[in-house]
């Protein structure tokens, strides 16, 4: 790992997400909306923006590619942790979360740290899907806290959110499942990727 890679404007950009979400849970607790929907934005714009211009920048680093997911699960734990502690989650959906999200950030400390053994990371569809599944929820419940002239033209979200939360929890399911014996395999050392 180059110290260098810290620097690279895509994992500035994927560091940025962690910086912006004590404002975003601010002007989420104090319902000021323009602050909420920028933050928020950022935040899901910047998943996308920092592997787009990794890519097109050629500035793709082996930091790069463990920090954008480490990122993404703790924006989820944050977020999510928030809206089940304003009562606006589903406990079954929030301990697959939970459990899913802290098992992937553990094998961190303890591949690379502990171990000293250093893996790659190439999701796969379904594990993308997940992902961008969490932020499509997260924008939805941060949608709830706009004002009420707002909410109104969103009052459909209310009726395809139970089938957002079946299809997100089954992927939650499936890629703990598939990631327990990965990890397995990367720590004795048959395999080196976690997909």
Not at 65 to 81: E, N, R, T, W, Y
Not at 138 to 163: D, N, V
Not at 177 to 195: A, M, V
Request: glycine share 4%.
């Amino acid at each position: 790992m180059n110290g260098k890679d810290l620097f690279l404007i895509p994992n500035a950009i994927t560091l940025s997400r962690i910086f912006v979400l004590i404002p975003a849970i601010y002007f989420l607790n104090t319902k000021s909306s323009i602050g909420m929907i920028l933050s928020l934005s950022w935040i899901f714009l910047s998943d996308f923006l920092d592997g787009y211009l990794a890519r097109r920048l050629h500035q793709t680093s082996y930091l790069g590619a463990i920090l954008d997911p480490i990122c993404d699960k703790i924006v989820v734990l944050c977020m999510f942790s928030y809206f089940f502690y304003m009562g606006k989650l589903p406990n079954i959906y929030y301990f697959l979360i939970l459990t899913r999200d802290i098992a992937q950030l553990m094998s961190v400390p303890i591949l690379l740290l502990w171990k000293k053994i250093e893996f790659k990371v190439k999701p796969k569809l379904i594990p993308k899907w997940g992902t961008a599944l969490n932020f499509i929820i997260l924008a939805i419940l941060g949608i709830s806290f706009l004002p009420k002239e707002i909410i109104s033209y969103f009052s459909f979200l209310e009726s395809i959110s139970p089938i957002l939360y079946l299809i997100s929890g089954t992927i939650e399911v499936y890629i703990l499942i598939t990631y327990l014996p990965r990890f397995y395999q990367i720590y004795i050392g048959t395999h080196d990727t976690f997909e």
